[in-house]
Structures are given as structure tokens and as C-alpha cells.
């Protein structure tokens, strides 16, 4: 059964029971054929179409970009990816590396002084200077780390 975030309503096929950005338990999502229906009579409502989203994956994670939340990138326990990048051994990442957050339909990466640097097609960033990051752009952290950003 599948289970959704109780802060993004991020949906997750796999029954994890902790939404890994808010690091709040899932709760179980009802299939569609069981939702019910409205009562007889009434307007049918209709569903908002889902704003356009950002995933960024790294190191086997997936993670919704939010206007809310920036991602931290790093091996800091605050990242969401803070124990899988030291535990396969990425340490030319720093503990505060990067930001990446969504905001206006733009996503913006931010360096976070990191020593050995966060790169928009191979330009390293100035720390601290927050940059947009479009679609076909390639984001690497430190000389070798690739980020995979998709687009919906």
C-alpha cells in the first residue's frame, strides 16, 4: 500500500514510513477505487492541477524540491542525505555543502562556502550568492559528485 507525507503529500509507492525532507511519518494512502464519492446531488469538486516540480536525486535518494524548504546538500545529519553520502564515502563533500530550493518555478543553488565547491556547467558559484539552476543545466558538487535534477 502506498503512503503520503503528512507535510508535501508526497505520495511514495515503496510503504516508507518517513517522509525523508519533513522526517515526519507517512500515512496510508486510500486507493482510488475506495475514495468516496460525493453525495448524490452535490457539485462535483475539482482537483487543482498539480503545480509543476522539481526531484532532485542524488546518491540513489530522491528528493520533491519545495518552495517552503531548501534541501540541504551535505553530510550534516540535517541533510537528507546526510548519512548515505559519508557512509559510501563521498568526504569531499562538506557536512554544509549546498541548498537547492524551489521558489517561483526557479530553482536556486546556493554554496555554502564548501572547500572544494558547488558547479553550474562547470562554473564554479560564488559562496553564498544564491544562482538559478534551468533545466539541462548540470549541478556538481566538488569535483566528481553529479546532481540529477528532473523537471515535471
Do not use: Y
Request: charged share 20%; net charge negative; aromatic share 4%.
Amino acid at each position: 500500500m502506498a503512503t503520503t507525507c503528512t507535510v508535501c503529500r508526497e505520495v511514495f509507492d515503496d510503504d516508507r514510513p518517513l517522509c525523508e525532507i519533513h522526517l515526519r511519518e507517512t500515512q496510508p494512502c486510500l486507493p482510488a477505487a475506495i475514495t468516496p464519492a460525493p453525495p448524490p446531488g452535490s457539485a462535483p469538486t475539482l482537483e487543482p492541477a498539480p503545480a509543476p516540480g522539481v526531484v532532485l536525486r542524488l546518491a540513489g535518494v530522491e528528493v520533491a524540491l519545495s518552495p517552503e524548504t531548501p534541501v540541504l546538500i551535505g553530510r550534516s545529519p540535517h541533510s537528507p542525505f546526510g548519512a548515505s553520502l559519508e557512509g559510501i564515502g563521498w568526504t569531499n563533500i562538506g557536512g554544509l555543502h549546498c541548498t537547492v530550493q524551489l521558489g517561483d518555478g526557479v530553482v536556486m543553488v546556493t554554496d555554502l562556502d564548501s572547500r572544494n565547491g558547488t558547479f553550474i556547467d562547470g562554473a564554479r558559484l560564488t559562496p553564498q550568492a544564491p544562482r538559478p539552476l534551468a533545466p539541462g543545466q548540470r549541478l556538481r558538487l566538488a569535483a566528481n559528485r553529479e546532481v540529477e535534477l528532473k523537471w515535471s
